[in-house]
């Protein structure tokens, strides 16, 4: 049997995609979370949950799979990874440590201020102590505020 191209149809798809396309776009952070990393021993991905400005007409992916009755999402949905890289313990060549609570704590520094969240201490204190729970890692926040 030869593969032909004439019952390919035109490529129109089937609409609007449920999740984010790459490129620059205005989002909601609903949640953020660590993934563990597998390749290296406790190290984390810091994971940002986002969504789009909603959408009319838009049927999204489920909030929550097995309950129906929290309803769908109203703008496309995806998971956005703080770096490339891992937030990992870790040196480096010119002996430099590398902190990994420490530089989670400096990239959420740098998201609340970027964000304009004034009392973003407070907010990463509640945020870390959840995360660090989750995860069963032991964190000391001081405090200061």
């Known amino acids: 049997m030869a593969l032909s191209t004439e019952d390919l149809g035109t490529g129109s798809g089937s609409g609007l995609p449920k999740t984010i396309s790459p490129g620059n776009n205005i989002l909601k952070i609903n949640s953020i979370t660590l993934d563990v990393f597998k390749f290296i021993d406790d190290a984390y991905h810091l994971m940002l949950h986002v969504e789009t400005k909603p959408i009319d007409g838009f049927d999204g992916f489920s909030i929550d799979r097995n309950n129906p009755d929290a309803g769908?999402?109203?703008?496309?949905?995806?998971?956005?990874?703080?770096?490339?890289?891992?937030?990992?313990?870790?040196?480096?060549?010119?002996?430099?440590?590398?902190?990994?609570?420490?530089?989670?704590?400096?990239?959420?520094?740098?998201?609340?201020k970027n964000l304009g969240i004034n009392d973003w201490m407070k907010q990463l204190k509640i945020l870390l102590k959840r995360l660090m729970m989750k995860h069963h890692l032991k964190i000391n926040i001081l405090n200061t505020v």
Do not use: H, M, P, W
């Open 72 to 112: 769908n999402y109203s703008g496309q949905i995806g998971r956005v990874k703080a770096s490339q890289y891992a937030f990992a313990d870790g040196e480096t060549k010119s002996g430099i440590k590398i902190q990994r609570d420490r530089s989670i704590l400096i990239f959420l520094q740098n998201l609340c």
